[in-house]
Protein backbone atom coordinates (compact mmCIF):
# COMPACT_ATOMS: atom_id res chain seq x y z
CA UNK A 1 0.00 0.00 0.00
CA UNK A 2 0.80 3.46 -0.42
CA UNK A 3 1.50 5.53 2.47
CA UNK A 4 1.21 9.16 3.43
CA UNK A 5 2.97 10.29 6.20
CA UNK A 6 0.92 12.64 9.43
CA UNK A 7 1.99 16.01 7.67
CA UNK A 8 0.78 14.97 4.47
CA UNK A 9 4.35 13.61 3.15
CA UNK A 10 4.72 10.75 0.94
CA UNK A 11 6.16 7.85 2.62
CA UNK A 12 5.83 5.53 -0.42
CA UNK A 13 5.13 2.07 -0.95
CA UNK A 14 5.02 -0.13 2.23
CA UNK A 15 3.82 -3.20 3.35
CA UNK A 16 0.56 -3.50 5.48
CA UNK A 17 2.31 -4.95 8.48
CA UNK A 18 5.31 -1.98 8.27
CA UNK A 19 2.72 0.46 8.06
CA UNK A 20 0.68 -1.18 10.96
CA UNK A 21 4.35 -0.83 13.20
CA UNK A 22 5.13 2.46 11.78
CA UNK A 23 1.26 3.69 13.46
CA UNK A 24 2.26 2.24 16.45
CA UNK A 25 5.41 3.83 16.62
CA UNK A 26 4.09 7.56 16.48
CA UNK A 27 1.09 6.60 18.53
CA UNK A 28 -1.47 7.02 15.64
CA UNK A 29 -4.02 5.45 13.55
CA UNK A 30 -3.70 3.51 10.19
CA UNK A 31 -6.61 5.05 8.18
CA UNK A 32 -7.52 3.90 4.33
CA UNK A 33 -7.99 7.11 2.54
CA UNK A 34 -8.28 5.39 -1.24
CA UNK A 35 -9.28 2.24 -1.11
CA UNK A 36 -10.03 1.42 -4.92
CA UNK A 37 -6.77 3.09 -6.27
CA UNK A 38 -3.78 0.47 -7.18
CA UNK A 39 -1.97 0.13 -4.36
CA UNK A 40 -4.47 1.40 -1.80
CA UNK A 41 -3.45 4.44 -0.21
CA UNK A 42 -3.15 4.63 3.46
CA UNK A 43 -2.57 8.15 6.14
CA UNK A 44 -1.65 8.25 9.43
CA UNK A 45 -3.50 10.44 11.64
CA UNK A 46 -5.08 10.53 14.78
CA UNK A 47 -8.49 9.68 14.12
CA UNK A 48 -10.75 10.43 16.78
CA UNK A 49 -9.23 14.02 16.22
CA UNK A 50 -9.96 14.14 12.59
CA UNK A 51 -13.36 12.56 13.78
CA UNK A 52 -13.91 15.83 16.05
CA UNK A 53 -12.76 18.48 12.92
CA UNK A 54 -15.06 16.61 10.56
CA UNK A 55 -18.12 17.24 12.98
CA UNK A 56 -16.94 20.86 14.18
CA UNK A 57 -17.31 21.83 10.16
CA UNK A 58 -20.33 20.49 10.04
CA UNK A 59 -21.87 21.75 13.08
CA UNK A 60 -20.07 25.40 11.97
CA UNK A 61 -21.80 24.72 8.77
CA UNK A 62 -25.22 24.25 9.50
CA UNK A 63 -25.02 27.29 11.91
CA UNK A 64 -24.27 29.58 9.02
CA UNK A 65 -27.34 28.53 7.31
CA UNK A 66 -29.92 29.75 6.39
CA UNK A 67 -33.69 28.43 5.65
CA UNK A 68 -35.98 29.63 2.78
CA UNK A 69 -39.09 30.71 4.21
CA UNK A 70 -42.08 31.13 2.46
CA UNK A 71 -44.71 33.21 3.79
CA UNK A 72 -48.20 33.28 2.53
CA UNK A 73 -50.37 36.26 2.01
CA UNK A 74 -54.18 35.57 0.93
CA UNK A 75 -56.51 38.16 -1.18
CA UNK A 76 -59.55 38.54 -2.53
CA UNK A 77 -60.42 40.19 -5.68
CA UNK A 78 -62.90 42.99 -4.71
CA UNK A 79 -60.45 44.33 -1.63
CA UNK A 80 -60.75 47.50 0.51
CA UNK A 81 -58.02 49.98 -0.23
CA UNK A 82 -57.30 50.11 3.62
CA UNK A 83 -57.40 46.18 3.67
CA UNK A 84 -54.53 46.17 0.50
CA UNK A 85 -52.54 48.45 2.10
CA UNK A 86 -52.36 46.26 5.42
CA UNK A 87 -51.78 43.41 3.44
CA UNK A 88 -48.96 45.33 1.39
CA UNK A 89 -47.23 46.32 4.55
CA UNK A 90 -46.89 42.85 5.64
CA UNK A 91 -45.62 41.96 2.28
CA UNK A 92 -43.15 44.61 2.71
CA UNK A 93 -42.27 43.13 6.26
CA UNK A 94 -41.80 39.88 4.96
CA UNK A 95 -38.93 41.00 2.19
CA UNK A 96 -37.55 43.25 4.41
CA UNK A 97 -36.72 40.35 6.88
CA UNK A 98 -35.03 38.43 3.52
CA UNK A 99 -38.42 35.92 3.58
CA UNK A 100 -40.05 34.74 -0.04
CA UNK A 101 -44.19 35.92 0.43
CA UNK A 102 -46.53 33.63 -1.87
CA UNK A 103 -49.15 36.09 -2.69
CA UNK A 104 -52.85 34.00 -3.08
CA UNK A 105 -55.90 35.42 -4.76
CA UNK A 106 -58.90 33.42 -3.84
CA UNK A 107 -61.90 33.84 -5.87
CA UNK A 108 -65.37 32.81 -4.84
CA UNK A 109 -68.26 32.57 -7.38
CA UNK A 110 -68.85 34.58 -10.20
CA UNK A 111 -65.34 36.27 -9.37
CA UNK A 112 -63.94 32.97 -11.07
CA UNK A 113 -65.20 34.19 -14.33
CA UNK A 114 -63.10 37.47 -14.17
CA UNK A 115 -59.11 36.56 -13.44
CA UNK A 116 -58.23 39.47 -14.58
CA UNK A 117 -59.25 41.10 -11.51
CA UNK A 118 -56.87 39.84 -10.06
CA UNK A 119 -53.88 39.49 -12.17
CA UNK A 120 -54.27 43.24 -12.39
CA UNK A 121 -53.97 43.07 -8.71
CA UNK A 122 -51.22 41.29 -8.60
CA UNK A 123 -49.11 43.67 -10.49
CA UNK A 124 -50.07 46.63 -8.97
CA UNK A 125 -48.66 44.84 -5.70
CA UNK A 126 -45.53 43.91 -7.45
CA UNK A 127 -45.38 47.44 -8.53
CA UNK A 128 -46.00 48.76 -5.31
CA UNK A 129 -42.99 46.50 -3.45
CA UNK A 130 -40.16 46.64 -6.79
CA UNK A 131 -38.19 48.28 -4.65
CA UNK A 132 -37.42 45.63 -1.73
CA UNK A 133 -38.95 42.85 -3.91
CA UNK A 134 -39.22 41.04 -7.35
CA UNK A 135 -41.28 38.65 -8.77
CA UNK A 136 -40.02 34.78 -8.75
CA UNK A 137 -42.96 32.93 -10.53
CA UNK A 138 -45.55 35.08 -12.26
CA UNK A 139 -49.50 35.14 -11.65
CA UNK A 140 -50.95 31.54 -12.58
CA UNK A 141 -54.00 30.31 -12.03
CA UNK A 142 -54.48 27.40 -10.26
CA UNK A 143 -58.31 26.04 -9.76
CA UNK A 144 -60.06 28.64 -7.76
CA UNK A 145 -56.82 30.70 -6.83
CA UNK A 146 -54.11 33.13 -8.62
CA UNK A 147 -50.42 32.44 -7.26
CA UNK A 148 -47.65 34.90 -7.44
CA UNK A 149 -43.99 34.47 -5.78
CA UNK A 150 -42.16 37.76 -5.01
CA UNK A 151 -37.81 37.33 -3.71
CA UNK A 152 -36.54 40.00 -1.62
CA UNK A 153 -34.24 42.15 -3.22
CA UNK A 154 -31.93 41.28 -0.60
CA UNK A 155 -30.78 37.71 1.18
CA UNK A 156 -31.46 36.86 4.11
CA UNK A 157 -27.88 36.44 5.28
CA UNK A 158 -27.09 39.94 4.15
CA UNK A 159 -30.35 41.42 6.48
CA UNK A 160 -28.88 39.51 9.09
CA UNK A 161 -25.38 41.15 8.46
CA UNK A 162 -27.00 44.17 8.80
CA UNK A 163 -29.06 43.44 11.82
CA UNK A 164 -26.11 42.72 13.46
CA UNK A 165 -23.96 45.67 12.37
CA UNK A 166 -27.11 47.76 13.94
CA UNK A 167 -27.33 46.70 17.03
CA UNK A 168 -23.25 46.77 17.97
CA UNK A 169 -23.54 50.38 16.83
CA UNK A 170 -26.22 50.96 19.03
CA UNK A 171 -24.30 49.50 21.96
CA UNK A 172 -21.63 51.10 20.89
CA UNK A 173 -23.00 54.68 20.90
CA UNK A 174 -25.17 53.52 24.66
CA UNK A 175 -21.20 52.86 25.79
CA UNK A 176 -20.40 56.40 26.50
CA UNK A 177 -17.31 56.79 28.53
CA UNK A 178 -18.76 59.23 31.76
CA UNK A 179 -15.93 61.86 32.37
CA UNK A 180 -15.89 63.74 35.72
CA UNK A 181 -16.95 67.18 34.58
CA UNK A 182 -19.81 65.35 33.02
CA UNK A 183 -20.12 63.77 36.25
CA UNK A 184 -20.23 67.18 38.18
CA UNK A 185 -22.60 68.44 35.37
CA UNK A 186 -25.12 65.70 36.03
CA UNK A 187 -25.23 65.79 40.08
CA UNK A 188 -27.77 68.40 41.30
CA UNK A 189 -25.45 71.53 42.91
CA UNK A 190 -25.63 70.27 46.61
CA UNK A 191 -25.49 73.26 49.23
CA UNK A 192 -24.65 73.61 53.00
CA UNK A 193 -27.61 73.58 55.11
CA UNK A 194 -28.71 76.48 56.48
CA UNK A 195 -28.69 76.99 59.79
CA UNK A 196 -31.28 78.86 61.98
Known amino acids: MRLVGPNGEQVGIVRVEDALRLAAEADLDLVEVAPMARPPVAKLMDYGKYKYETAMKAREARKNQVNTVIKEIKLRPKIDPHDYGTKKGHVERFLKAGDKVKVTIMFRGREQSRPELGFRLLQR ?42 AERAAASDDTVETPETAAEAAPNETAPEQA
Open 125 to 166: LAEDVAEIGFVESAPRQDGRNMVMVIGPAKKKTVVRQEKKRD
